[in-house]
């Protein structure tokens, strides 16, 4: 008898299975922040006293009044499906917010709702990215973008920028980034992993040059608008004639502290906001109908919690840089918003410890995990492998004791 794929012969033992999974998913990049989590996660399972300072998220619980709001919505029964766009009420929560915080005005129809702000990324790119379409994104850059824009049939283009000058692009270096195939532009201010933000200085350098290019589309990723701690947000979006073109990127992860709620949300053009409507009903259908009921507590309701943990990053930024100040050859910029630090460690790669040598920033990182017991992310998954990423949504007696055992392995290398 034959023996089929994944059969067993005629001696009863299992033959080698022959199926796999697609070459789209091959050519997706895993995430390095979620790697190095897991390493993490594995050496404290081991016993050893671990410090992460790899994972990009608030450490503080959801406020009350959001938790409240959740539970009455499961009490009044609104535990069905819900619209594709997301529910009407939470869309006009939505449109408020935009008015009140950012000075742009829309209309429910203009929102949709996601599960989460990377799903609304995803959405955006295979909506409306053709085959060799490309995509201008300043490098550093979050982690995921480059695989959204390969996985959508499109090609990224990076900005390269430097910490001397604060990972910002010059408005020159788009204009030469733009050719006819040009479909994009992509960006996030406050930026992760550089904790840069665009001012409006910036934002305007850089309409001057998108102006004319009208049919480039702007995607602006505001998820970390109300961690700033210098100045205020300005959203690209209320720029004279960029209402139009943007897609305004946002949720409710990083300000609200509802990671695990998963809840993004788009506003938009109204073509696109219907391409991502079409889209997500075939793939997922409307977003969790509980955390919606709390998204519009969260956008109504009092920001004190949100202004209250926006200061404690701001204490713990100062430390960080401080501490971080003392380790001679980094290189650091001043983040202005977000909770990430990424200081360039080019003075250190090349060098050896033990007779082996630190060839990147993916050996570096690496390395401080084994010989400091600090779980970083290399800046190769941001577009800037001179670089590693430190997060710091943790305590202060942590984040003191992970820069000193920092300083303490890198003084190692020679």
């Known amino acids: 008898m034959k023996a089929g794929r994944g059969s067993n012969d005629e001696n009863g033992l299992s033959l080698p299975c022959m199926l796999h999974a697609a070459q789209r998913i091959s050519e997706i990049n895993e995430s390095e922040t979620l790697a ?9 399972e081991a016993g050893k006293d671990v410090i992460s300072l790899s994972i990009g998220e608030p450490d503080f619980n959801t406020p009350e009044h959001i938790g409240a709001a959740a539970i009455r919505a499961i009490e009044e029964g609104y535990t069905h499906y819900t619209p594709v766009l997301g529910f009407q009420d939470f869309r006009e929560a939505i449109c408020r917010k935009l008015q009140r915080e950012n000075g742009l005005s829309y209309q429910a129809s203009e929102i949709i709702v996601s599960t989460g702000a990377k799903h609304t990324l995803v959405n955006i790119m295979l909506s409306v990215l053709n085959p060799g379409d490309e995509v201008i994104i300043p490098a550093p850059y979050w982690v995921s973008y480059p695989s959204m824009v390969r996985y959508a049939g499109g090609v990224p283009v990076f900005l390269n920028t430097s910490v001397s000058n604060d990972y910002k692009p010059t408005p020159e270096q788009l204009r030469a980034a733009i050719t006819p195939k040009t479909k994009i532009f992509l960006f996030s201010s406050p930026c992760n992993p550089s904790g840069t933000v665009f001012q409006p200085a910036d934002l305007e350098a850089y309409a001057a040059v998108l102006r004319e290019f009208p049919d480039i589309l702007v995607v602006s990723d505001e998820i970390y608008e109300h961690i700033i701690f210098e100045g205020s947000h300005l959203s690209i979006a209320s720029l004279p004639g960029f209402r139009e073109r943007t897609a305004v990127v946002n949720g409710l992860s990083k300000g609200y502290a509802m990671t695990g709620w998963r809840i993004g949300y788009m506003a938009g053009p109204q073509w696109l906001v219907k391409a991502c409507e079409k889209l997500q ?29 926006r200061e404690v990053f701001r204490s713990r930024r100062n430390l960080v840089l401080g501490e971080l100040a003392k380790i001679q050859g980094l290189k650091l910029n001043v983040p202005e918003g977000a909770f990430y630090v990424f200081p360039d460690v080019s003075h250190f790669l090349g060098k050896s410890y033990q007779g082996k040598q630190i060839p990147d920033s993916v050996a570096l990182a690496i390395y401080l995990l084994n010989e400091a017991l600090v779980a970083t992310v290399a800046g190769d998954a941001f577009g800037m492998p001179e670089c590693i990423r430190l997060s710091y949504a943790t305590d202060e ?8 055992r920092m300083k303490e392995a890198l003084e190692k290398l020679s």
Do not use: H, Y
């Open 397 to 404: 007696a942590s984040l003191v004791k992970a820069c000193s």
């Open 281 to 309: 009903g075939v793939f997922t259908s409307g977003a969790n109908s509980i955390a919606q009921k709390a998204g519009i507590a969260a956008l109504d309701g009092t920001m004190e919690p949100t202004w209250q943990m």
């Open 36 to 44: 190095m989590t897991k390493l993490a996660r594995e050496l404290k």
